[in-house]
Every structure is written in C-alpha cells, then in structure tokens.
C-alpha cells in the first residue's frame, strides 16, 4: 500500500480527496493537515510516502515547504495540489524538488495515476500542466521570484494602498529603504511599476488579497 498524507486547508477538498482515494485499494490515506503545524507534528510520528500538499495555505507559500520538508523526511516525495497553472509557479516547485503537480480540478484517474508515478519515483503533471510546459514562454517570467521578509512586507503594505512613507512609519524604516525595497521588486518581477508586480503576486500566491 501506498502510505499518504493530504495538507489542505479546505475542509471539503480535504474530505472529498480523503474519500476519494479511500476507494483506491493501492492507496492508504493515513492523515489529513490542515495547517504546517499539524503537517509537521504528524510526519514526524509516521513515515509516509506520498504528501499532496496545497500550494497556498494560510500564511505561506508551501513552494518554501518543499526543500526543508525533502530534508528533513529523506524518503518523502510530494505532489502539489494548486489551482495555479501559471509557468513560473510551476518551474518554482519543480525546481526546489516536488515530483509532481496536478490541478485541483484534475481527474480522478490523474490523480490516482500521477500518486502511483511518483511514488515509483517518476515525475508527474496533471494534463492541463503539461499543456503549460509545451508551451514554454519565450519572454518573461520562468520562476516564482525569492523574496526577503521584508520584500514581502512591503508587498502587502502596498497591496493595501499604504504610500511609501505610510509604510516607512509601519515597518519603522526609512522612505528612502522603503523606496530600495520597490525598485527591487519591480526589477526581481520583471514589470515597469509596482502595481503590475502586485498583480504577479497575488497571481502567484505570494500575498492574500
């Protein structure tokens, strides 16, 4: 039996992925996280094979959970579960080391074909995902940017309409740090203001509306 292990923070994709591979008679769902906190305190009592891991859970990106979680749990191969289908989302999680990314709204059979892939060691995306990789983009962005805490910060403060010295006063910097910190993110996103890069950052899940 397959051992896996579902991170959602939907509780209905989480049920309804639960019973759907429950049916399968290869896959053995052994628990359900709804956060990182119960994610680590439950892989650390079991070894599992499979983790389907939602991409966008509260508070974080899990693109940032893949390499330590690799680390720390030798044997774990992961599979993202997004309703992301944009290129440099998923060269982002490919790169730092999941075997596999399938659309939330995937098949069944993609599902189940793409744990039983990855658990023999192959990578494997979802149809919809390959149909993005085939149609490499020749210009712009191929990665998710790395972003600073406090590149992050100021992200969020300006997604909030917040001007540079209303965020100089929050974060307790100078406008002049603030201003350093949008011209690097304008450069790292690829876009002429920071509101396109905005955009990007929500698109890629990198800040909440």
Not at 85 to 103: D, H, K, M, R
Not at 136 to 143: E, I, R, S
Not at 159 to 182: D, W, Y
């Amino acid at each position: 039996m397959i051992k896996v292990a579902i991170t959602d923070d939907h509780p209905l994709l989480l049920e309804g992925l639960k019973n759907i591979l429950g049916n399968s008679d290869t896959i053995d769902v052994v628990n359900c996280f709804r956060n990182v906190s119960e994610m680590n305190a439950g892989l650390a009592k079991e070894d599992i094979d499979i983790l389907l891991l939602d991409i966008n859970l509260a508070d974080i990106n899990s693109t940032e959970l893949i390499k330590p979680l690799k680390k720390k749990h030798g044997n774990l191969r992961i599979i993202i579960l997004s309703v992301h289908n944009e290129l440099p989302v998923i060269n982002s999680t490919l790169a730092e080391g999941a075997l596999g990314y399938i659309q939330k709204n995937a098949s069944v059979s993609e599902i189940l074909e793409g744990i039983t892939a990855v658990y023999e060691g192959n990578r494997f995306l979802c149809s919809q995902t390959r149909a993005v990789l085939e149609k490499k983009q020749a210009d712009g962005l191929h990665q998710v940017p790395r972003l600073t805490r406090r590149e992050k910060e100021i992200l969020g403060e300006a997604a909030k309409g917040l001007t540079t010295n209303q965020m100089a006063e929050k974060l307790f910097i100078s406008p002049h740090t603030v201003e350093s910190h949008r011209k690097n993110l304008i450069e790292k996103f690829q876009t002429s203001n920071l509101s396109s890069a905005i955009k990007l950052a929500i698109e890629y899940g990198l800040i909440i509306e």
